[in-house]
């Protein structure tokens, strides 16, 4: 099991929180995701298929990038 802590600058309320929660959790392979609108961060828990890349790429997407 892999575990990151991504800073993502543009959390900025409760609803950014479960809208990043909410699509990470989606993802096959990611067993934990725990966002904080407060320090700006999401911590991701994942085994294979999932992939700090494509948890990258899907926070893109939903345009909460990860710095």
């Known amino acids: 099991m892999s575990k990151e802590t991504l800073t993502i600058p543009n959390i900025s309320c409760g609803h950014c929180v479960s809208a990043i929660e909410a699509e990470l959790a989606k993802m096959e392979g990611v067993s934990s995701v725990k966002a904080d609108a407060e320090t700006k ?4 828990q994942w085994d294979a298929p999932a ?3 494509r948890v990258r790429a899907t926070l893109t997407e939903i345009n909460y990038p990860a710095q």
């Open 41 to 44: 961060t999401v911590t991701v």
């Open 51 to 53: 992939s700090i890349e």
